[in-house]
T-cell receptor, first 110, second 116 residues
Framework: GEDVEQSLFLSVREGDSSVINCTYTDSSSTYLYWYKQEPGAGLQLLTYIFSNMDMKQDQRLTVLLNKKDKHLSLRIADTQTGDSAIYFCALSGGYNKLIFGAGTRLAVHP | GAVVSQHPSWVICKSGTSVKIECRSLDFQATTMFWYRQFPKQSLMLMATSNEGSKATYEQGVEKDKFLINHASLTLSTLTVTSAHPEDSSFYIC????????????FGPGTRLTVL
């Protein structure tokens, strides 16, 4: 089945850019998503990219998709303390299902 | 838009009792709702998929008699944990999909269940 991998932890200084990476094994997903989870809360959809796109930008967020390498990344510009959370990448797995990575915990320090 | 609520946000119950968790899509009709379970510092594990008016489809290893799912309307799905035991303690999250081509799911805030 589909395997989605993320690095577990990322620490950045406030104001710097954060890049969260995700690799996957199955390239048949039509859409790829990034969700944010704050402590004790559900998941918030941040953005998604269609599989035939290479890049999508939405304010401080930039999503890059390299289908050849099966690599998805999320760049957060000017990272703020409010961006501290767990970030999940997810792929559409058919039948409306999502397949999630393990999540990357982003810590933003002064 | 696309707001999903869950109730209760947290619940503590005694072992052997049943607990019902509600998931509502507040401003859209959800053709499909999903129930996930999340253990501390882990990813989400899909438990089941439910379509309005149909029986839920459970993932492998999830006991359908233990976790009863009802999707009575296009805005409400319920998960009942029957005869709860301490190992059922977890964070349960629902999501709802309006059935768009993007397959986007909108998530509820989660329910933390603690079984004593």
């Amino acid at each position: 089945g589909e395997d989605v991998e993320q690095s577990l932890f990322l620490s950045v200084r406030e104001g710097d850019s954060s890049v969260i990476n995700c690799t996957y094994t199955d390239s048949s997903s039509t859409y790829l998503y990034w969700y944010k989870q704050e402590p004790g809360a559900g998941l918030q959809l941040l953005t998604y990219i269609f599989s035939n796109m290479d890049m999508k930008q939405d304010q401080r967020l930039t999503v890059l998709l390299n289908k050849k390498d099966k690599h998805l990344s999320l760049r957060i510009a000017d990272t703020q303390t409010g961006d501290s959370a767990i970030y999940f990448c997810a792929l559409s797995g058919g039948y409306n299902k999502l397949i999630f990575g393990a999540g990357t915990r982003l810590a933003v320090h002064p | 838009g696309a707001v999903v609520s869950q109730h209760p946000s947290w619940v503590i119950c005694k072992s052997g009792t049943s607990v019902k968790i509600e998931c509502r899509s507040l401003d859209f009709q959800a053709t499909t709702m999903f129930w996930y379970r999340q253990f501390p510092k882990q990813s989400l594990m899909l438990m089941a998929t439910s379509n309005e008016g149909s029986k839920a489809t459970y993932e492998q290893g999830v006991e359908k008699d233990k976790f009863l799912i009802n999707h009575a309307s296009l805005t409400l799905s319920t998960l009942t944990v029957t005869s709860a035991h301490p190992e059922d303690s977890s964070f349960y999250i629902c999501s709802a999909s309006p059935g768009q081509s993007t397959d986007t799911q909108y998530f509820g805030p989660g329910t933390r269940l603690t079984v004593l």
